[in-house]
């Protein structure tokens, strides 16, 4: 980009992953992992703009106060599916099973994940899942939130609980085959030189992920089983009339989901940590710092699950331990920040677009993280919580900050993946109006929460109606800006400039190979030799007392 | 359409306190949010690439790491301490407060007072005086949220919640259910109405009922055929429940309860799960035949024969009549501080 005009024109390699083989057998049986990537990445994009279009019509719904768009039944299967689809089949594979998928066994120096045929199966086992659920979407829906709390959802709903619940056990056990995957290859397939201290971040912070995905998500199957269960043989677990205890799927729920909640943002963690050096030209500040932080937002992510239920009937000193441990799982994310931070200092920064949605993952993250203070502070939380002030909060961190993240590696690596260059103005723009589409749309939400507006209301009370009004706006600057990025990188594929290898002229082994890479993804496999994020000479490395 | 406020209206003793919080964190986040802010915008300005200047490769430092590591540590510990002092105020009623009983289902609110009066979908409340609400959910979880008194309470299908507030400004504000419930979440509304005492007592006295909680209670008391186990005369083959409510009760495992609403109530629906100590195992269940209005009319029958001069529990030989109960009324009870301690001690 930088440097296009500098020297001979790139050309593609003659051959890669792309044209190796031909057919829609070759994709479908595919073991390569970069295809499994871009069948993550359509399947993915596909189920992002189904909830995206859910989205739309929750908030075209709130236009007005008294709900005359739909009926509060079709409103409660809208933002249910709203929320399975972004979660379980969006943000959950986003980064890990696209980005991670294509870039972590490349930036190891491997030729493969350690288990091809997981990897394939691990896609298909998510196509099952995304069936069950497209299947009880377009038969009836489902109107329990995503959070399935019972007994709403084992004995009173009569909508197609079971078949969701099914859709998202397989979609769990597609994301624990990705983790178990790459916390195989990051151990076992390294290549030679390439030490943990010498590991990307972006490696560090999947790897952390993928602890998680492989710890939290059978507890989330057998929550999913025990509730099918109950719904459909009536053994009581969680409803009180069968000789169960509600609190309970909450306890079990929460415990998964949680964490949950950082198989989500590492990766992205991981994606801005890549971009600010490679913009910045500079070492990350505090490498050792911002790795280990990954791993600690892992092990503290286990211990917080309890401060989604402060009102919900647990006892006051619980409430404390969650409440205290909920802060020290806040430190690890202030530490990243900073050091980014840091790491433009005296950098040589360039503002182009993968830069842009990096800088707008900091700000938003900050404001996310920053608001989770105010949910975690008990007495504030009786206040706020299951206001809209939660959904501000967890859209700053999963939208502002993870779809941000996202975005932002996909435009980092589209020229590693395709070979070509997307229009860096249109791109930039696009950044632009997601960032501010962004904030207007959620912001408003912030002050809709304290004001005491709850979460989930069809309707609501006239003098809301302001703020709904402005972040409905909002909803639909941030629809074009998710919509151009689809448009410009389809027209890409056929009219952008070749990329050549290295565009930003980046350190990483995934820059040392061809755009697109050859299957095998390197034809000698590489030795490392220097620390990540080389960028300048050894000798003008200074250190900071 | 014409204003845009930024806080609900302060209407609780509690709300003010809430509000402090709320506007500590508004600061902490405000000055964070501009200074990675303002920080990112002037290293994108200071440090643009130019072809003159190349990157002064830092690896860290570990000082600025402590730094900030320990202030952020040191800012959220003070909105811990802060939070969960404000939290056990606002989770534990005082003793003296005025009690109220709400049934929550798909998708009203029901309140009643101990004298009887009832309320859908409304809650009347006298300002200067903390009221007890004691919660139950007749089907799934609902939540007891009143913005401008900065309260909130799930409410449970299977024991009782509480939640204590004390209005400060008459007033009618919204009660909203805040845990997703159905369809009709966002229709299960009422309204909160706070009124001066005076006005209070007056809407208290115009709703007089049939009878109080507790004479309703000794009704269903008998139409159940409680009386014939829980009677000092009937043989003794259940507790006697005089002078029960609030004591401790041995059971047979050796393990000491409090005889509170949960108790009692999971003792007539469940009564296998709790058996006192020196009794068999004999009552049928209730579950399915008391509905939860019933329930809490019957506690607070039982309640009311907790100041008698009761033999103690498990004493099988209990000579004394249950006398007709004095039912409270509740502008008594307003006045009277009502002291239930558990006082001396079981056999």
Not at chain 1, 161 to 186: C, D, E, K, P, R
């Given at each position: 980009m930088s440097t296009a005009a500098q020297t001979v024109k790139p050309v593609m390699p003659a051959r890669h992953y792309l044209n190796d083989n031909y057919g829609i057998r070759s994709w479908l049986l595919t073991k390569d992992h970069k295809r499994i990537a871009v069948l993550y990445l359509f399947s993915i994009t596909f189920f992002f703009f189904i909830g995206g279009i859910f989205a739309s019509l929750i908030r075209l719904h709130l236009l007005t106060p008294n709900g005359e768009l739909f009926q509060a039944d079709t409103y409660n299967k809208m933002f249910t599916m709203h929320g399975v689809n972004m979660i379980f089949f969006f943000l959950i594979p986003s980064v890990p099973a696209v980005l991670g998928n294509f870039i972590i066994p490349i930036m190891v120096g491997a030729k493969d994940l350690a288990f091809p045929k997981i990897n394939l199966m691990s896609w298909y086992i998510f196509m099952v899942g995304a069936f069950f659920s497209l299947y009880a979407m377009v038969s009836g829906g489902v109107d329990t939130g995503w959070t399935f709390y019972t007994p709403l959802s084992s004995?009173?709903?009569?909508?197609?609980v079971i078949l969701m619940a099914v859709g998202i056990l397989f979609a769990g056990f597609s994301s624990i085959f990705t983790g178990l995957n790459f916390i195989v290859t990051v151990h076992r397939m390294r290549a030679p030189g390439l030490t943990w201290g010498r590991l990307p971040l972006m490696v560090w912070a999947n790897y952390a992920a993928s602890l998680i995905m492989i710890l939290g998500t059978p507890v989330l199957a057998i929550t999913l089983i025990l509730l099918a269960l109950e719904r459909g043989f009536h053994i009581g677990i969680f409803d009180p009339k069968l000789g169960g205890d509600p609190v309970l799927f909450q306890h079990m729920f929460w415990f998964y989901s949680h964490p949950a909640v950082y198989i989500m943002i590492l990766p992205g963690m991981g994606v801005i940590s890549e971009i600010v050096t490679c913009f910045s030209r500079k070492r990350v500040f505090g490498y050792a710092f911002v790795a280990f932080s990954s791993i600690a937002i892992a092990v503290f992510g286990f211990v917080v699950w309890a401060h989604h239920m402060f009102v919900a009937g647990i006892s006051v000193y619980s409430a404390m331990v969650f409440s205290l441990l909920s802060y020290a799982v806040a430190i690890p994310s202030a530490v990243k920040v900073f050091n980014w931070t840091a790491t433009m200092y005296k950098g040589s920064v360039k503002l182009d677009t993968p830069m842009l949605y990096a800088l707008g993952f900091i700000g938003l993250f900050t404001i996310g993280g920053l608001t989770g203070l105010f949910l975690a502070a008990l007495g504030l939380d009786v206040h706020i919580h299951d206001t809209y002030f939660v959904i501000a909060h967890f859209h700053y961190v999963m939208v502002g900050g993870m779809v941000m993240a996202y975005l932002g590696g996909l435009h980092f690596w589209w020229p590693k993946m395709t070979g070509k260059l997307y229009p860096e103005p249109v791109a930039k723009l696009a950044a632009l109006i997601t960032f501010i589409g962004f904030n207007l749309t959620f912001f408003p939400q912030f002050i809709l929460g304290y004001m005491g507006m709850p979460r989930r209301y069809a309707m609501y009370s006239p003098e809301f109606q302001v703020l709904n009004v402005l972040s409905s706006a909002g909803a639909s600057i941030l629809a074009v800006g998710f919509i151009l990025p689809a448009l410009y990188f389809t027209w890409s594929l056929k009219y952008g400039e070749v990329a050549g290898d290295n565009p930003y002229k980046a350190t990483g082994l995934e820059w040392q190979t061809t755009s697109p890479p050859p299957t095998h993804n390197f034809d000698v496999t590489p030795v490392v030799t220097e620390d990540p994020y080389h960028y300048g000479a050894e000798e003008e490395v200074t250190v900071v007392p | 359409m014409q204003s845009l406020p930024l806080f609900p209206e302060q209407a609780s003793t509690v709300a003010g306190q809430v509000d402090a919080l709320y506007l500590f964190l508004v600061l902490i986040t405000t000055f964070f949010s501009l200074l990675i802010a303002i920080l990112i915008i002037y290293f994108a300005i200071k440090y643009r690439r130019t072809p003159e200047r190349t990157a002064e490769q830092i690896h860290g430092s570990t000082l600025l790491e402590i730094v900030w590591t320990v202030i952020p540590l040191g800012i959220s510990m003070v909105i811990f301490l802060w939070g969960a002092a404000l939290y056990f105020h606002i989770q534990r009623p005082p003793g003296n407060a005025l009690e109220v009983y709400g049934v929550a289902k798909q998708w009203m609110w029901k309140f009643e007072f101990p004298g009887g009066q009832r309320e859908i979908n409304s809650l009347h409340v006298p300002t200067g005086r903390p009221v007890k609400v004691t919660l139950i959910s007749q089907d799934v979880i609902h939540s007891f949220f009143v913005p401008a008194f900065r309260v909130k309470s799930d409410v449970l299908p299977n024991r009782y919640m509480t939640s204590w507030f004390e209005a400060t400004t008459p007033g009618t504000y919204h009660l909203f259910c805040s845990q997703y419930c159905g369809t009709k979440h966002s229709g299960m509304i009422g309204e909160v109405t706070v009124m001066k005492p005076e006005d209070f007592a007056a809407w208290l006295e115009s709703g007089k009922a049939e009878g109080s909680m507790a004479a309703s209670g000794e009704k269903l008391f008998q139409q159940y055929g409680c009386t014939t186990c829980h009677r000092p005369d009937s043989g003794a083959r259940g507790p006697n429940l005089e002078g029960l409510y609030g004591r401790p009760v041995r059971l047979q495992d050796n393990r000491v309860v409090i005889a509170d609403d949960n108790y009692i109530r999971e003792s007539v629906l469940n009564p296998n799960a709790k058996i006192v100590s020196g009794f068999q195992p004999i009552m049928p269940t209730f579950q399915g035949v008391v509905s939860e209005e019933q329930m809490l009319q019957i506690i607070a029958y039982i309640k009311s024969m907790a100041d008698q001069t009761g033999q103690p529990l498990n004493n099988r030989s209990t000579p004394t009549q249950i006398r007709d109960t004095e039912v409270p009324n509740v502008q008594q009870q307003m006045q009277q501080d009502q002291n239930q301690k558990p006082s001396g001690k079981q056999p």
């Amino acid at each position: 980009m930088s440097t296009a005009a500098q020297t001979v024109k790139p050309v593609m390699p003659a051959r890669h992953y792309l044209n190796d083989n031909y057919g829609i057998r070759s994709w479908l049986l595919t073991k390569d992992h970069k295809r499994i990537a871009v069948l993550y990445l359509f399947s993915i994009t596909f189920f992002f703009f189904i909830g995206g279009i859910f989205a739309s019509l929750i908030r075209l719904h709130l236009l007005t106060p008294n709900g005359e768009l739909f009926q509060a039944d079709t409103y409660n299967k809208m933002f249910t599916m709203h929320g399975v689809n972004m979660i379980f089949f969006f943000l959950i594979p986003s980064v890990p099973a696209v980005l991670g998928n294509f870039i972590i066994p490349i930036m190891v120096g491997a030729k493969d994940l350690a288990f091809p045929k997981i990897n394939l199966m691990s896609w298909y086992i998510f196509m099952v899942g995304a069936f069950f659920s497209l299947y009880a979407m377009v038969s009836g829906g489902v109107d329990t939130g995503w959070t399935f709390y019972t007994p709403l959802s084992s004995g009173f709903v009569h909508t197609n609980v079971i078949l969701m619940a099914v859709g998202i056990l397989f979609a769990g056990f597609s994301s624990i085959f990705t983790g178990l995957n790459f916390i195989v290859t990051v151990h076992r397939m390294r290549a030679p030189g390439l030490t943990w201290g010498r590991l990307p971040l972006m490696v560090w912070a999947n790897y952390a992920a993928s602890l998680i995905m492989i710890l939290g998500t059978p507890v989330l199957a057998i929550t999913l089983i025990l509730l099918a269960l109950e719904r459909g043989f009536h053994i009581g677990i969680f409803d009180p009339k069968l000789g169960g205890d509600p609190v309970l799927f909450q306890h079990m729920f929460w415990f998964y989901s949680h964490p949950a909640v950082y198989i989500m943002i590492l990766p992205g963690m991981g994606v801005i940590s890549e971009i600010v050096t490679c913009f910045s030209r500079k070492r990350v500040f505090g490498y050792a710092f911002v790795a280990f932080s990954s791993i600690a937002i892992a092990v503290f992510g286990f211990v917080v699950w309890a401060h989604h239920m402060f009102v919900a009937g647990i006892s006051v000193y619980s409430a404390m331990v969650f409440s205290l441990l909920s802060y020290a799982v806040a430190i690890p994310s202030a530490v990243k920040v900073f050091n980014w931070t840091a790491t433009m200092y005296k950098g040589s920064v360039k503002l182009d677009t993968p830069m842009l949605y990096a800088l707008g993952f900091i700000g938003l993250f900050t404001i996310g993280g920053l608001t989770g203070l105010f949910l975690a502070a008990l007495g504030l939380d009786v206040h706020i919580h299951d206001t809209y002030f939660v959904i501000a909060h967890f859209h700053y961190v999963m939208v502002g900050g993870m779809v941000m993240a996202y975005l932002g590696g996909l435009h980092f690596w589209w020229p590693k993946m395709t070979g070509k260059l997307y229009p860096e103005p249109v791109a930039k723009l696009a950044a632009l109006i997601t960032f501010i589409g962004f904030n207007l749309t959620f912001f408003p939400q912030f002050i809709l929460g304290y004001m005491g507006m709850p979460r989930r209301y069809a309707m609501y009370s006239p003098e809301f109606q302001v703020l709904n009004v402005l972040s409905s706006a909002g909803a639909s600057i941030l629809a074009v800006g998710f919509i151009l990025p689809a448009l410009y990188f389809t027209w890409s594929l056929k009219y952008g400039e070749v990329a050549g290898d290295n565009p930003y002229k980046a350190t990483g082994l995934e820059w040392q190979t061809t755009s697109p890479p050859p299957t095998h993804n390197f034809d000698v496999t590489p030795v490392v030799t220097e620390d990540p994020y080389h960028y300048g000479a050894e000798e003008e490395v200074t250190v900071v007392p | 359409m014409q204003s845009l406020p930024l806080f609900p209206e302060q209407a609780s003793t509690v709300a003010g306190q809430v509000d402090a919080l709320y506007l500590f964190l508004v600061l902490i986040t405000t000055f964070f949010s501009l200074l990675i802010a303002i920080l990112i915008i002037y290293f994108a300005i200071k440090y643009r690439r130019t072809p003159e200047r190349t990157a002064e490769q830092i690896h860290g430092s570990t000082l600025l790491e402590i730094v900030w590591t320990v202030i952020p540590l040191g800012i959220s510990m003070v909105i811990f301490l802060w939070g969960a002092a404000l939290y056990f105020h606002i989770q534990r009623p005082p003793g003296n407060a005025l009690e109220v009983y709400g049934v929550a289902k798909q998708w009203m609110w029901k309140f009643e007072f101990p004298g009887g009066q009832r309320e859908i979908n409304s809650l009347h409340v006298p300002t200067g005086r903390p009221v007890k609400v004691t919660l139950i959910s007749q089907d799934v979880i609902h939540s007891f949220f009143v913005p401008a008194f900065r309260v909130k309470s799930d409410v449970l299908p299977n024991r009782y919640m509480t939640s204590w507030f004390e209005a400060t400004t008459p007033g009618t504000y919204h009660l909203f259910c805040s845990q997703y419930c159905g369809t009709k979440h966002s229709g299960m509304i009422g309204e909160v109405t706070v009124m001066k005492p005076e006005d209070f007592a007056a809407w208290l006295e115009s709703g007089k009922a049939e009878g109080s909680m507790a004479a309703s209670g000794e009704k269903l008391f008998q139409q159940y055929g409680c009386t014939t186990c829980h009677r000092p005369d009937s043989g003794a083959r259940g507790p006697n429940l005089e002078g029960l409510y609030g004591r401790p009760v041995r059971l047979q495992d050796n393990r000491v309860v409090i005889a509170d609403d949960n108790y009692i109530r999971e003792s007539v629906l469940n009564p296998n799960a709790k058996i006192v100590s020196g009794f068999q195992p004999i009552m049928p269940t209730f579950q399915g035949v008391v509905s939860e209005e019933q329930m809490l009319q019957i506690i607070a029958y039982i309640k009311s024969m907790a100041d008698q001069t009761g033999q103690p529990l498990n004493n099988r030989s209990t000579p004394t009549q249950i006398r007709d109960t004095e039912v409270p009324n509740v502008q008594q009870q307003m006045q009277q501080d009502q002291n239930q301690k558990p006082s001396g001690k079981q056999p």
